[in-house]
């Protein structure tokens, strides 16, 4: 039997607005857990992707006229003669044309061609949060590496307007250019193995850890300390890998 005294309902609380891509930006940057909770519920792909791969063009656009060919053509030259003695200046000059033709190409279609990049590292710390009984799907991994890649697009714009304000750029020292990793206190040329190990501990690259071990502990339904052992056990393998190549660089170099 109903009892008639009863209240009716309350009303319906309304739904929580959803976020746009700015917002999560920002919130990814400054309250990451949180923000990460509602990206789960609702992944966006598009909203970033495009932000990075406008700015990357943005970027781009500024970047190239400031581009210094020459410290490339003789980093360049100084390997091949190391390489080859014999080579004549013709050669030289025909790598040279190669050089500068393939860094253009390379450099416009760099923003589109690092969406495979984005791709790679979603689909693998997917399976490797997977593999230790995760949860989560592709989209939201996806939208996560995205987000979470914020600090090395705010990496990108703090070494245009570094460049700008300098007038040029040498690319030679571009791991370098702002002042938030320790390989600027080594010789690129003299200790290529530790320049290669001090940049890859930079600030805005820990910061990225840090943002995909909380969006992917909070997609898998894992603990914090558990997304952290994960992304940074991978992150160290990625950086024997790099370190390992630039030894293996430097000994051909040598010898």
């Known amino acids: 039997m109903t009892d008639v005294h009863q209240p009716p309902p309350g009303p319906t609380p309304p739904a929580e607005p959803k976020k746009n891509v700015f917002a999560r930006i920002a919130g990814v940057l400054f309250a990451p857990a949180e923000t990460f909770q509602d990206i789960a519920k609702r992944p966006d792909i598009v909203g ?13 656009a500024l970047v190239m006229p400031k ?17 080859n003695p014999d080579m004549s200046a013709e050669q030289m000059a025909q790598m040279d044309s190669i050089t500068q033709a393939a860094t253009k190409v390379f450099a416009w279609v760099g923003p589109i061609l690092f969406i495979v990049w984005y791709v790679i590292v979603a689909g693998v710390l997917l399976l490797a949060f997977r593999l230790f009984g995760g949860e989560g799907t592709f989209p939201q991994a996806f939208s996560v590496t995205l987000f979470a890649w914020m600090p ?3 990496l990108g714009l703090i070494s245009t307007i570094v460049i700008m304000a300098r007038g040029s750029f040498d690319p030679t020292t571009a791991a370098t250019l702002v002042k938030s990793n320790p ?18 501990f930079d600030l805005f690259t820990i910061w990225t850890i840090a ?3 909380i969006g992917f502990a909070t997609v898998s339904r894992k603990s914090k300390a558990m997304g952290a052992a994960i992304v ?13 190549f630039a030894a293996f660089t430097a000994s ?3 010898g």
């Open 183 to 200: 390989a600027f206190l080594v010789d690129m040329k003299e200790q290529p193995v530790l320049y290669s190990l001090f940049s890859s």
């Open 48 to 60: 970033p992707l495009l932000v990075i791969v406008i700015l990357g063009y943005i970027t781009t």
């Open 152 to 154: 090395m697009v705010l």
């Open 67 to 83: 581009f210094d060919f020459a410290a490339v053509s003789a980093a360049q030259q100084e390997e091949m003669r190391k390489k």
């Open 232 to 244: 940074v056990s991978l992150w160290l393998c990625l950086v024997v890998v790099k370190v390992g």
């Open 252 to 254: 051909r170099m040598n």
């Open 211 to 213: 943002l995909l071990s």
